[in-house]
Nanobody
Framework: AQLVESGGGLAQAGSSMRLSCTVSGLRVSVYALGWFRQAPGKERELVAT????????IYGDSVKGRFTISRDNAKNTVALQMNGLKPEDTAIYYC??????????????????WGRGTQVTVSS
């Protein structure tokens, strides 16, 4: 399996950014997908996760109301729309896929496949 993130970069506080992840080598339609992030010196944390058909989404407390996760199973992609960016959103953002149950998971250790990450830097 291969997960490739794109769309990261430098943004100003208050602006928006959209991340995308393309998945190959998996039957994407049966896997839950998620976004995690890790800032320097901090543990990897959940940003958002979405179940196999997009009917269930779970967000980390720090991004609720600002970020939106979505998926397109026909295109094998999952996206993260980030609005109202804050300097504390600065981190490497990782796309991940869990198992074939398709259930939305929240812990990083429940995800099996990972992308290499994309850097998001938000300046004040």
């Amino acid at each position: 399996a291969q997960l490739v993130e794109s769309g990261g970069g430098l943004a100003q506080a208050g602006s928006s950014m959209r991340l995308s992840c393309t998945v190959s080598g998996l039957r994407v339609s049966v896997y839950a997908l998620g976004w995690f992030r890790q800032a320097p010196g901090k543990e990897r944390e959940l940003v958002a996760t979405i179940n196999w058909n997009g009917g269930t989404t779970i967000y980390g407390d720090s991004v609720k109301g600002r970020f939106t996760i979505s998926r397109d199973n026909a295109k094998n992609t999952v996206a993260l729309q980030m609005n109202g960016l804050k300097p504390e959103d600065t981190a490497i953002y990782y796309c991940a896929a869990t198992d074939e149950t398709g259930l939305a998971r929240q812990r990083a250790d429940e995800f099996i496949f990972w992308g290499r990450g994309t850097q998001v830097t938000v300046s004040s």
